[in-house]
Every structure is written in C-alpha cells, then in structure tokens.
C-alpha cells in the first residue's frame, strides 16, 4: 500500500484546513484496514488526529475533535482531512497513514511522505 498526501501548503488562520491522502495498491474499504491522519508540529512529537476504518467508521483524538471532520471517497480511493479554525499552532508536517491488523494482532504500518502546513496571514 502506498499513500500520498495532497493539499495546499499555506492557510491563513480562521480558515479551513484540508488534504487528500490517495491511497494505491490497495483498497480503502478492505477489511482491516485502518487510515489515519498525524502531524509533527515543529518540536513536538507525532501527534494523532484521528482515523477512518474500512467500514467508515470514524475516531477522533480529543482534544481536536471539535476542529476535526475526516472522511471519504471510495470511488477515488482517498480520504480527506478537514482542520477548521486554524491558528499558527497548527502549523506542522501532516502524515497519512494507514494500519493493516492481521489476524494474529499484530500490525503492519504504511505511511505517507508528509506534506508541510504552514498557517500564517
């Protein structure tokens, strides 16, 4: 599985936030399957935002959810990230990814390249 993160590199605040993730070699609506999105603001550690399963069942971290809509489009192969509201502190690298759990519990991680945001008038 391969995922590549797509959307606009600056946003000014109180706007809207929003990337794509494209996924290939496989399907977003295969069992198992789990698809996230995570950003590294500078200095920080990998923080998760939320995720979407096969199913289209939808997790948010806390602490974002009031900001934080992710969806998606199966005939696309891709979900998406909307950040409302955004202020400079979301400025960070923004990463798909996605998680396979097999059978026995154990995982298998994919990962985007990471796509810089920048917010700033």
């Known amino acids: 599985v391969q995922l590549q993160e797509s959307g606009p590199g600056l946003v000014k605040p109180s706007q809207t936030l929003s990337l794509t993730c494209t996924v290939s070699?496989?399907?977003?609506?295969?069992?198992?399957?789990?698809w996230s999105w995570i950003r590294q603001s500078p200095g920080k550690g990998l923080e998760w935002m939320g995720t979407?399963?096969?199913?289209?069942?939808?997790y948010y971290s806390p602490s974002l959810e009031s900001r934080t809509s992710i969806s998606w489009d199966t005939s696309k192969n891709q979900f998406t990230l909307q950040l409302n509201s955004v202020t400079p502190e979301d400025t960070a690298v923004y990463y798909c990814?996605?998680?396979?759990?097999?059978?026995?519990?154990?995982?298998?991680?994919?990962w985007g390249q990471g796509t810089q945001v920048t917010v700033s008038s």
């Open positions: 990814a996605a998680v396979f759990h097999y059978s026995d519990n154990t995982r298998e991680t994919y």
């Open positions: 070699g496989g399907s977003i609506t295969t069992a198992a399957y789990y």
């Open positions: 979407i399963s096969y199913s289209g069942n939808t």
